[in-house]
């Protein structure tokens, strides 16, 4: 039986879609950590999350 060999996560995708800087926090520090990691990270940002900017 052949063991199955797990590859690296190279790329994740992040989901920002409340509207409080409270809750956009978690998300800006899981990408912050992912590039830290080498891995490319993607931040989407809802409607609701640009208002803050």
Do not use: W
Request: charged share 25%.
């Amino acid at each position: 039986m052949k063991e199955k060999k797990y590859e690296s996560l190279k790329k994740v995708s992040i989901i920002i879609s409340k509207g409080s800087l409270v809750d956009v926090y978690p998300g800006l520090i899981m990408a912050n950590g992912a590039r830290m990691e080498g891995i490319e990270a993607n931040l989407f940002l809802l409607f609701l999350v640009l208002k803050l900017f």
